[in-house]
């Protein structure tokens, strides 16, 4: 037979090589990088990105207002009088306002940073905590509304908790004979004393922490040698006096202890607000940190050297009142260890059965009647009517009758188990919400939740009305003499928002042989000047808060934090000059 002679096809042999090559390996730098790395990142970077939204649309409060004010005063080159503010932003706005100009986002930028970076400083958890607690507590404090607030506010906290973080990886350090923990301990310590109010706390804590320690025959690997003590005084000096521009401003740190020590208080009703608030404000971290304080009592884990420092930074919180919202966060990062451990714990030792359909059932019919118990909350706060607690209250007993009658199917272990998850899951939804609420709501009106008081929406009213003014008479929106009254409610908040006027000035009173064309003075008070003068109210400051309100708006504040009612709010009066008031067309 005769013999058929195939022809290749040199195409076909490429299509066939081509299609059965392995894919070019990943890049050596790729290969290294681990899921626990790439979780680390997200919490690092995402957060990042979201605080960064909208991070200047808010007005500054008074609080943040008076740190930011004296920086942009030295950055212009004048001589601020530095009786408030917090000394390590002082330094850092100073320079930036220098360098980029001022701005409310600009001067909110360094605290965003400063809660990044607490994220890294967790990686060197690791070495004591354990890889996954260490990373589920920094999965918590991602999602704490107080740390995500204070990253998108003009003040300290966010550092105090950088340097408690600090203070803490250098103190585990020590405890295992590693005499490097001495470097982050010492420039933690540095950190917080120019860190504000909040950073004496975390000095406080670490004492009880160490005098602990050593207590139960934690024996120091050495004393700190005089490079360490010159990290402490580097930090202290180099970010409390501007890069040494400014000695005076390490005087703050003076203040800011004056005004950590006035904090505190005794009264039986602020201690009780003060309860109620750290439970609102933290509602996932602060159950499940008290649940690990507990159950830490019966066992001994890797965060137990933390817990008299928990115990005493709880007692701060309630003592310092419902207004120490900085203390509370600090409480969070010191709790978040222990919650992390207590989730981990309650996995491993709960009793849940997932392949049974009574846990599942139990456990949906549950979460069901907690949603029903904060609807009929909701619908009351809102219309007032009786019928709401009716649900209220048929919700609760229905609750009673499921669970008693589901122990006899699953028993009372799983029962409490399948429970305790339920209610787990409706705390991560309200704390959720939280972050939302005191962290990223712009919407007005809102409730001051960080500071008392906090700013309304009706100060960039003031400041449009004032620019308006100016530019009709003058061509230049900041061009008329502006006088704020020394006892105007909040006076560096208003120069912080007029700061762009060269002829602003804090005075303390006017007459009408010397008054400006503009001035803004105290609601109420009386001037000495003419019926020339026409007068315009501006409501720029929120003062109302919970223990003021009626049961309603009570059970408002704690689920939802939104005001469907008018609220009281501390007024400003514009007077302007009449002269000014008539187009300049009109007077030709």
Do not use: C
Request: proline share 7%; charged share 15%; hydrophobic share 55%.
């Amino acid at each position: 037979m005769p013999k058929h002679h195939h022809h290749r096809n040199p195409q076909q042999d490429h299509v066939v090589t081509a299609a059965i090559a392995l894919p070019r390996p990943l890049p050596a730098w790729m290969q290294r990088v681990t899921m626990e790395q790439l979780a680390y990142a997200v919490l690092l970077l995402v957060p990042l990105i979201i605080r960064l939204i909208d991070l200047g649309a808010r007005p500054l409060a008074p609080a943040e207002a008076s740190t930011a004010l004296r920086a942009w005063q030295a950055s212009q080159g004048h001589a601020p009088t530095l009786d408030a503010g917090i000394p390590v932003l002082f330094t850092l706005e100073t320079l930036t306002f220098w360098l980029l100009g001022a701005s409310n986002a600009l001067a909110r930028l360094w605290p965003l940073l400063a809660s990044s970076a607490l994220i890294l400083v967790l990686l060197d958890w690791r070495r004591w905590l354990g890889r996954t607690p260490t990373l589920l507590t920094a999965t918590l404090l991602t999602f704490s509304p107080l740390l995500n607030a204070f990253a998108r506010r003009n003040d300290g906290v966010s550092f105090a908790l950088l340097a408690a973080a600090l203070m803490i990886a250098g103190w585990a350090r020590l405890q295992e004979a590693d005499r490097r923990g001495w470097a982050p301990l010492a420039g933690g310590a540095g950190l917080a004393l120019i860190s504000g109010p909040v950073g004496f706390s975390g000095l406080l804590a670490l004492l009880v922490l160490a005098l602990f320690s050593l207590r139960k025959g934690h024996n120091l690997p050495s004393w700190p040698n005089i490079s360490h003590l010159a990290i402490a005084v580097g930090v202290l000096l180099v970010g409390g006096t501007a890069f040494f521009m400014d000695i005076d401003a390490l005087g703050l740190a003076a203040i800011n202890l004056t005004t950590w020590l006035q904090a505190w208080t005794l009264p039986p009703v602020a201690v009780l607000w003060a309860a109620l608030h750290l439970l609102v404000d933290e509602p996932l971290i602060i159950p499940l940190g008290l649940a690990g304080l507990i159950w830490g009592l019966r066992r001994r884990t890797p965060s137990s050297f933390l817990h008299p420092a928990a115990w005493l930074l709880l007692a701060v919180t309630l003592f310092q009142g419902p207004d120490a919202a900085g203390s509370r966060a600090l409480a969070a990062l010191f709790l978040a260890p222990l919650a992390a451990q207590f989730l981990l714990d309650f996995r491993r030792e709960g009793d849940f059965a997932w392949n049974e359909v009574e846990p599942v059932l139990y456990g949906i019919v549950f979460e069901i009647l907690l949603a029903l118990t904060v609807f009929s909350l909701i619908t009351y706060s809102r219309s007032g009517e009786n019928s709401q607690l009716s649900l209220l209250i048929g919700a609760a007993v229905m609750a009673i009758v499921v669970s008693v009658v589901f122990v006899f199917f699953i028993g009372w272990r799983r029962l409490l188990s399948v429970g305790a998850l339920a209610l787990i899951l409706s705390l991560a939804i309200y704390n959720v919400a939280e972050i939302s609420g005191i962290g990223y709501d712009l919407a007005a009106p809102r409730y001051a939740t960080l500071y008392a008081p906090d700013t309304r929406i009706a100060l960039g009213d003031l400041r449009q009305t004032v620019g308006d003014i100016s530019e009709r008479q003058r061509g230049d929106r900041w061009a008329l003499p502006i006088a704020i009254l020394s006892d105007v409610p909040a006076a560096d908040l208003l120069q912080w928002e007029l700061r762009q006027a060269p002829l602003l000035t804090v005075v303390d009173s006017v007459s009408l042989e010397n008054a400006p064309p503009l001035v803004i003075a105290p609601a109420g008070r009386e001037l000495a000047l003419s019926e020339r003068y026409a007068g315009e109210p501006f409501r720029i400051l929120d003062t109302w808060s919970p223990d003021q309100g009626d049961i309603r708006q009570k059970i408002a504040w704690l689920i939802f934090r939104t005001a469907p009612w008018h609220r009281p709010t501390t007024d400003v009066v514009l007077w302007a000059d009449s002269q000014v008031l008539i187009p300049p067309e009109s007077k030709q």
